[in-house]
């Protein structure tokens, strides 16, 4: 039987998402990593997700945080001058500048383009985070396998590395198996946040046990999509999806319409929650007080000896336009 996720009786936390107001969040649920195996696989099992605390060395996010805020800043005036790159205090320009390419600027009628754009793009394959994806890669592949019993763990080539500066709009609610659905659903991502966030920093926050909701969407699509091309049923953005994949750009609304709870951590640098890839899940407005940037990247865990989207086998520039990065030429 399901086991309920268990919240502390803390003050009501409301975030602000495309949409409107997200009340009455709640908590989600930590684990460490000597908690017993059979104890984390229940938990992921059973709520869709699963947060583990400081599994990853802490000094090695912090310097990637740095690094990354460093290479993006260039020329794109993000970070408050005199401040610490480490930091990431924003600098208090508009935030649509730097929104990150792809979907969201596309419904925001902006282009892919600009100094950040370029930055953010060419970040996916600067030494600095390939170096860094390399070593947390191998910090979590023999735990990946044990906790989800995979005979050769691997974490694929391409990821997401991303940043929501205070104020703007972030990622809209989607389940990940929308953007590996040329593969059966054999991948776990493991969602890395690159420094410190507040509960209202706009850390990714997951729709409680909406594991069964993502895998009834996708029953939808491909029933729905049974006329398309190859090519187009395992597109992301076929004309039976938004233009960037997603659900639904109101979080709160699509809450209330499956009368589920969003849950939402106070995540640290060295911390990884992993999860399901059908679980739901958005990234509401980054609030933060002191007015920190929220960085992140997204690692997809995959059995090397089971079928998944090859697609992931090589880096990507942009999740949402592969073209992109014909238009852009990443540093050397």
Same mark, same amino acid.
């Given at each position: 039987?399901?086991?309920?996720?268990?919240?502390?009786?803390?003050?009501?936390?409301?975030?602000?998402?495309?949409?409107?107001?997200?009340?009455?969040?709640?908590?989600?649920?930590?684990?460490?990593?000597?908690?017993?195996?059979?104890?984390?696989?229940?938990?992921?099992?059973?709520?869709?997700?699963?947060?583990?605390?400081?599994?990853?060395?802490?000094?090695?996010?912090?310097?990637?945080?740095?690094?990354?805020?460093?290479?993006?800043?260039?020329?794109?005036?993000?970070?408050?001058?005199?401040?610490?790159?480490?930091?990431?205090?924003?600098?208090?320009?508009?935030?649509?500048?730097?929104?990150?390419?792809?979907?969201?600027?596309?419904?925001?009628?902006?282009?892919?383009?600009?100094?950040?754009?370029?930055?953010?793009?060419?970040?996916?394959?600067?030494?600095?985070?390939?170096?860094? +994806?390399?070593? @947390?890669?191998?910090?979590?592949?023999?735990?990946?396998? +044990?906790?989800?019993?995979?005979?050769?763990?691997?974490?694929?080539?391409?990821?997401?590395?991303?940043?929501?500066?205070?104020?703007?709009?972030?990622?809209?609610?989607?389940?990940?198996?929308?953007?590996?659905?040329?593969?059966?659903?054999?991948?776990?991502?493991?969602?890395?946040?690159?420094?410190?966030?507040?509960?209202?920093?706009?850390?990714?926050?997951?729709?409680?046990?909406?594991?069964?909701?993502?895998?009834?969407?996708?029953?939808?699509?491909?029933?729905?999509?049974?006329?398309?091309?190859?090519?187009? +049923?395992?597109?992301?953005?076929?004309?039976?999806?938004?233009?960037?994949?997603?659900?639904?750009?109101?979080?709160?609304?699509?809450?209330?319409?499956?009368?589920?709870?969003?849950?939402?951590?106070?995540?640290?640098?060295?911390?990884?929650?992993?999860?399901?890839?059908?679980?739901?899940?958005?990234?509401? @407005?980054?609030?933060?007080?002191?007015?920190?940037?929220?960085?992140?990247?997204?690692?997809?865990?995959?059995? +090397?000896?089971?079928?998944?989207?090859?697609?992931?086998?090589?880096?990507?520039?942009?999740?949402?336009?592969?073209?992109?990065?014909?238009?852009?030429?990443?540093?050397?």
């Amino acid at each position: 039987m399901s086991s309920m996720l268990v919240y502390s009786v803390q003050q009501r936390l409301n975030l602000r998402a495309y949409g409107g107001a997200i009340e009455d969040v709640k908590r989600l649920k930590p684990s460490t990593s000597d908690t017993p195996l059979e104890v984390l696989r229940r938990r992921f099992h059973e709520d869709g997700v699963l947060w583990v605390k400081g599994l990853i060395s802490r000094d090695l996010v912090n310097k990637c945080r740095r690094d990354y805020l460093e290479f993006v800043n260039q020329g794109s005036g993000m970070l408050k001058p005199g401040t610490d790159p480490q930091d990431g205090i924003f600098s208090g320009n508009d935030w649509r500048n730097f929104i990150l390419p792809g979907g969201t600027r596309l419904a925001l009628g902006l282009e892919d383009e600009g100094p950040f754009v370029e930055n953010t793009v060419k970040s996916h394959v600067a030494p600095f985070y390939l170096l860094f +994806k390399d070593e @947390i890669a191998k910090q979590m592949e023999a735990f990946v396998g +044990k906790l989800f019993d995979f005979e050769d763990p691997w974490c694929l080539p391409r990821s997401l590395l991303r940043c929501a500066v205070p104020g703007a709009e972030s990622t809209p609610v989607h389940y990940d198996q929308i953007f590996l659905r040329a593969g059966p659903p054999t991948s776990v991502t493991a969602w890395v946040p690159i420094g410190d966030i507040e509960k209202n920093g706009g850390g990714l926050m997951y729709l409680d046990h909406s594991h069964d909701i993502g895998k009834k969407y996708e029953e939808d699509f491909t029933r729905l999509s049974m006329d398309l091309s190859d090519e187009e +049923k395992v597109s992301h953005v076929n004309r039976n999806m938004n233009a960037g994949g997603w659900l639904d750009r109101n979080s709160s609304q699509f809450g209330k319409n499956w009368g589920r709870d969003w849950l939402v951590g106070e995540y640290e640098a060295g911390d990884v929650v992993f999860h399901n890839p059908y679980m739901i899940h958005a990234g509401p @407005i980054n609030e933060s007080p002191k007015g920190r940037i929220r960085v992140s990247t997204d690692l997809r865990f995959v059995d +090397k000896s089971m079928p998944f989207d090859e697609r992931w086998t090589f880096p990507a520039f942009s999740e949402s336009d592969p073209n992109l990065a014909r238009k852009l030429k990443p540093s050397a």
